[in-house]
């Protein structure tokens, strides 16, 4: 039987000078996601397709279990998105006035959460949303996001900008909003920190293509730095040998499991083993792509 959220198949978007795309993925309820890729790499546009923004070229989009699809308006009133500048048209209304509008838009709003949120941040209402700064404006959209309830959450760099101690409090929201089974987030970030602390998936994505998915947890435990006691040039060609340093004898593998009884069977000694972090993972999978 089938369990998403949401489902991708063959999405595609051609600007001027970027094309998106063909992207096939899918969120299960219970997951969170993140999904990573250098600036313009198509994170902003991937969220925007999904939320409607954006019409594509060509492919389609399932929410919720296939019950909805993107002609139906109310995929909206269950997603929570946070990015971009998203109210800036609505600047010279107070926080209290925006939010009121934006409260008119969801049949679950929650003012009771909206009041605890916004009182937890700190956020100072009868101030207008233009003048306030830019971790205040993150940590509204924030809010606005979570205030309706929604079962997928879509957030675009919601930490960058806010400050250390809110930062910590938006993710504690996080994985209070994850005690539903029925709940998931997918995460666009720049911060590792955060990709450990929160995802259980890594979504890689590189000049508008998916280069590729993964199990956090997975590439954690199979990435490792391996030192040998000798190295033959024939290591150079092996499937799961990702980087060879020959001062000392070093090789990156992105597999453990696949690599260490071949090593054995070659007479290889490892002298020294060392998890990567996982930055130095996600740089050397987007080098690679
Ligand atoms: N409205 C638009 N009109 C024309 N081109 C666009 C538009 N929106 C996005 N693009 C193109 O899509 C590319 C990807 O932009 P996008 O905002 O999705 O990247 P991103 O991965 O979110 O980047 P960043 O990490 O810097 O936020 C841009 O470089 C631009 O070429």
């Not at 970027?18 to 990573?36: K, Q, S, W, Y």
């Not at 198509?42 to 397709?49: D, N």
């Not at 929201?173 to 450990?196: R, S």
């Not at 890689?204 to 997975?218: P, T, V, W």
Request: overall charge negative.
């Amino acid at each position: 039987m089938s369990n998403f959220l949401l489902k991708i198949d063959q999405l595609t978007k051609t600007f001027k000078y970027f094309e998106f795309g063909p992207i096939d993925v899918r969120v299960e309820p219970g997951t969170i996601t993140a999904l990573i890729g250098s600036n313009g790499s198509g994170k902003s546009t991937f969220f925007r397709l999904v939320m409607q923004l954006f019409q594509p070229d060509s492919g389609h989009i399932l929410y919720f279990n296939g019950e909805l699809d993107s002609n139906d308006s109310r995929i909206k009133q269950d997603m929570g998105y946070a990015g971009g500048d998203l109210y800036q048209a609505f600047g010279q209304l107070s926080i209290r006035e925006l939010a009121n509008l934006v409260r008119y838009w969801y049949e679950n709003w929650d003012e009771q959460k909206y009041q605890e949120l916004v009182d937890r941040y700190q956020i100072n209402q009868k101030e207008k949303y233009t003048n306030s700064s830019t971790g205040t404006k993150k940590k509204i959209a924030f809010i606005f996001a979570l205030a309706h309830h929604p079962q997928l959450l879509l957030l675009d760099e919601p930490f960058s900008g806010v400050d250390f101690v809110s930062s910590r409090k938006m993710q504690t929201e996080l994985v209070d909003f994850m005690e539903n089974p029925n709940h998931a987030i997918i995460l666009a970030t720049h911060q590792q920190e955060e990709i450990k602390a929160l995802c259980d998936y890594i979504w890689l994505l590189d000049k508008g293509k998916m280069i590729g998915i993964y199990e956090k947890d997975q590439i954690l435990e199979s990435w490792a730095y391996l030192s040998l006691n000798k190295m033959p040039e024939s290591l150079r060609k092996h499937p799961h040998v990702i980087q060879m340093d020959s001062h000392p004898n070093r090789i990156i593998t992105d597999s453990l499991a696949a690599i260490e009884p071949d090593l054995e069977q070659l007479g290889i000694e490892v002298t020294h083993y060392q998890r990567l972090e996982l930055d130095e993972i996600l740089t050397a999978l987007l080098e690679r792509a």
